[in-house]
């Protein structure tokens, strides 16, 4: 075939299977990796959809559209210039991002995809002038608990096997005893460890499947692996 005429269909067609694909994502709605922007009007607030991408399983945010899936589309160069911002300028340290750009009904779209840090946390800088992580869970942004922040330290170093407890530790398995899904504070209270102290060993246990983490009424809870 010509290939003059192969672009010209390739042209022809290639909006078709773009659009295809916008209204795939579209259709999967909000989620663990994926995140509607309608507009951008705070680069702070897009932010922390960054860390939390990042610092969690990646995603991509859909910017230009409503919470419904209705394409509304970007509006300005300055929202662009927001999208920059926030993962260059409003992280710490900047994360990775790319920005994908389609036209779709004559409206621009972009898709910016976060791929899982190698460098985490990944911090936002919040109204207060502090940086946060934050970790996405289902379709929200959840600021990342201190034992998150040790976990990814921990992560850093080589893991073996953990076959003996010190007696720091067995504090806090004893405080994990009274039991299941029991707040850091508490744990801090009934083991009589310092703060501090006590994160340290969490996210150690919590790293060796130890001692369990999860979220509830947007609370992280702990609880000792039977």
Known sequence: MNWAIWKKICAIFAPVNERRYIQKLIAEGEHQQQDFKYKIS????????????ANTDGGRLL?????????????????????????????????????DTYQIDGRTLVIATVPPSERKPICALTDEGRYRAYIRV??????AS??????????QSPQGQLTVYDEAEQQLLSAL?????????????RSRLQRQKAITLLARLVRYGIVEMQLADHRFLFTAVE
Not at 42 to 53: E, T
Not at 75 to 89: G, L, N, P, T, V
Not at 146 to 155: F, G, K, L, S, T
Not at 177 to 189: D, E, K
Request: proline share 4%; with cysteine; aromatic share 8%.
């Open 177 to 189: 005893a009274f039991g299941p899904c029991q707040t850091l504070n508490q744990i801090v209270r």
């Open 138 to 143: 289902a379709d929200e942004n959840i600021v």
């Open 42 to 53: 705070d680069a702070m607030k897009l932010a922390r959809s960054v860390s939390a991408f």
């Open 146 to 155: 201190p034992v998150h922040v040790a976990i990814w330290r921990e992560q």
């Open 63 to 99: 910017i230009g559209v409503r919470d419904d899936g209705h394409i509304s589309g970007v509006r300005s160069e300055e929202e662009i210039f927001m999208m920059h911002a926030a993962a260059y300028k409003y992280c710490r340290p900047s994360a990775s991002i790319k920005f």
